[in-house]
């Protein structure tokens, strides 16, 4: 297969996600299950998708200086799409780019729409300079050519000060490939023996001892599909190493935020010898955890479609562990979810931490006396974090922050809490705060 296919996959990824507020892995996901495109041109299809959204204010504000009246929503994605690859994709031809955004504008807008794009991408390659390009102000100019929204600029400056323009720099830099051996099947010395005779750079990670850190990731590699391994992030799998429990003993656990279901799968192989009661209120993501378990020989997971927020007698006081990894603004994920960031402001984050706290207070019900409740997002806002805890604690004395002792250069900011920022170690972005309920 051929670039001009890739872009057109690009191009029908860029559409769902810019004009329906699709999720960018999800999409291009799906594509390429209906698309036979080669490996190579799978790789030349995600770098466009994920860098003309992660770039994508920035392409907006070029095409502004090129083109003065207002353009077709579908054209104008042609267009910012074909703009990347003309100054951000040094191996593409520019006459290749040209050829075939004219091609994909005449297939959704007909002759004279191929015609206009003709012209500006043209009129660009001539005479762009970045130079050139007019700012209001220091602050817009950040904003725009880091291609962060105001909104998300101003609550990170709020709460980060100067910091922010790190975190906000480290959104748009590739995260690394990080895996999570599966202990049922393989162990870490045999995997990076694995790694090695394929010629793959690999080495165990310094934030989470059960990861790897690869330079290729191949989900048709054969170790991946038999589960010998799964794709997870350093920082999302801490919260398995976070419980320090005896891994000999059995244990009642209960994610009640349990889907995609990573952090259940790693508890369940960290301690086989207990039950794991994985629960989220939609079918469709439980059966994705299901596929995952028999993947992965996972046994000792058990599903329970509920919704996190309403009290289910039969739980009550029934479990050794809790886990509430809640739903959350997604502001620490934005380096593989770009498209985040462009739906951020306060009042969405603001009813997010309402629902986190409910669901906190909600699931504080299931633990046993001298039981362990832990609270986790793969946020950095304040409000979805350290502030829902301090709520949370002083409308619960019989809570207690308790320490985290885990192998790993990430360190507690307070006892009980881990708060991971994404510029500081290239990997998500990540908070875990620990409590115990005290004895009666």
Known sequence: MSNSNARFVAYKALEEIILSDAFSNITLNKLFKQTSLSDKDKKYATELVYGTIKNKLYLEHILKHYAKSRIKPKIKIVIIMSIYQIIKMDKTPDFATVNEAVNIAKKIGGFNAGKFVNGILRNIIRSFDKANLVYKNEKEKFCI?????????????????????????????????????????????????????????????????????????????????????????????????????????????????????GKSLHIATKYPNSKIISCDKYEHKLKLIEQNAKKLDINNIYLKKQDATEFHKEFSNKFDIVICDVPCSGIGVIKNKPEIKYKISNNYVEDIAKLQLEI????????????????????????????????????????????????????????????????????????????RKMED
């Open 145 to 261: 050519e880091n291609s962060c929204p105001v909104d998300l600029y101003n609550i990170l400056t709020d709460q980060y000060g100067e910091v922010a323009e790190e975190i906000i720099k480290s959104f748009n830099k590739k995260s690394y490939n990080s895996i999570r051996y599966n202990s049922n099947k393989i162990n870490l010395e045999q995997l990076l023996d694995y790694f090695t005779s394929k010629e793959v750079n690999a080495k165990i990670s310094t934030i989470c001892e059960d990861c790897l850190i690869i330079d290729q990731l191949d989900i048709n590699d054969p170790y991946f599909q038999k589960g010998n391994y799964i794709i997870q992030d350093e920082a999302s799998a801490l919260v398995g190493c976070s419980l320090e429990k005896n891994k000999e003993l059995d244990y009642n656990i209960l994610d009640v935020c349990a889907a995609p279901g």
């Open 360 to 435: 906190l207070e909600n699931s504080k019900q299931y633990v046993k006396s001298g039981g362990l409740l832990l609270y986790s997002t793969c946020t950095i806002d304040k409000r979805e974090n350290v502030e829902n805890i301090n709520k949370f604690l002083a409308e619960n004395k019989n809570y207690k922050l308790e320490k985290i002792n885990i192998n790993s250069e990430v360190k507690e900011i307070n006892e009980g809490i881990i708060n991971i920022l994404p510029h500081e170690y290239d990997c998500d972005g990540f908070f875990i705060a620990k409590m």
